[in-house]
């Protein structure tokens, strides 16, 4: 069964840095992009990173660029986000999510659960 | 950054009616576009990838077409367990975008 599972999510205060992890399983993790999602509450998908199979490809959303780094370890199976000077705008859940080709420009065809993160005072 | 815009916002139609959402590009992306539903408190799931391409197992009264900057999804025969909200995405270049999404219910 192929499946993506996060960690890392929880409350952290306006400034500080989190960083989450996914860990795939079932389907080769080398030979595909990955990406992060976020969805705040009760509003709409909102794409933040994809990296290349062999992470020589890397974009990030405007919204976070400068402030979040994305990376993977494909010996570790797992996708990274390194989330830095974190803003209440970030509250979210962070959805990792497996891209259907090796380069991000790809429709995204697995999804994990999420895992939420909260910025708040 | 390309802007994708769908309309209706939300729409409510009968079982069995067939039903239309369109998403329209800001400018040119070819046929790199994704349809996802994501039903209340569930993960989001694929539906259709370059324009028209029926992602597996999912029913074939999903459709898409278009191309450019004009695209639709199409529900031949509505069914209760099609309630969710759908989105549109860009991947024609990054960064990669969403649509506002459309809440589909029934009458």
């Known amino acids: 069964e192929v499946q993506l599972v996060e960690s890392g999510g929880g409350l952290v205060q306006p400034g500080r840095s989190l960083r989450l992890s996914c860990a795939g399983s079932?389907?080769?993790?080398?030979?595909?992009?990955m990406h992060w999602v976020r969805q705040a509450p009760g509003k709409g998908l909102e794409w933040v990173s994809g990296?290349?199979?062999?992470?020589?490809?890397?974009d990030y959303a405007d919204s976070v660029k400068g402030r979040f780094t994305i990376s993977r370890d494909n010996a570790k199976n797992s996708l990274y986000l390194q989330m830095n000077s974190l803003r209440a705008e970030d509250t979210a859940l962070y959805y990792c999510?497996?891209?259907?080709?090796?380069?991000?420009?790809?429709?995204?065809?697995?999804w994990g659960q999420g895992t939420l993160v909260t910025v708040s005072s | 950054d390309i802007q994708m815009t769908q309309s209706p916002s939300s729409l409510s139609a009968s079982v069995g009616d067939r039903v239309t959402i369109t998403c329209r590009a800001s400018?040119?992306?070819?046929?790199?576009l994704a349809w996802y539903q994501q039903k209340p408190g569930r993960v989001p799931r694929l539906l259709i990838y370059?324009?028209?391409t029926l992602q597996s197992g999912v029913p074939s009264r999903f459709s898409g077409s278009g191309s450019g900057t004009d695209f639709t999804l199409t529900i031949s025969s509505l069914q209760p367990e099609d309630v969710a909200t759908y989105y549109c995405?860009?991947?024609?270049?990054?960064?990669?975008?969403f649509g506002q999404g459309t809440r589909l219910g029934i009458e």
């Open positions: 999510a497996k891209g259907r080709a090796g380069f991000p420009y790809s429709a995204i065809d697995i």
């Open positions: 079932g389907f080769t993790f080398d030979d595909y992009a």
């Open positions: 990296i290349s199979w062999n992470s020589g490809s890397i």
């Open positions: 400018q040119g992306i070819s046929n790199y």
């Open positions: 370059a324009a028209s």
């Open positions: 995405q860009n991947y024609n270049s990054a960064p990669i975008t």
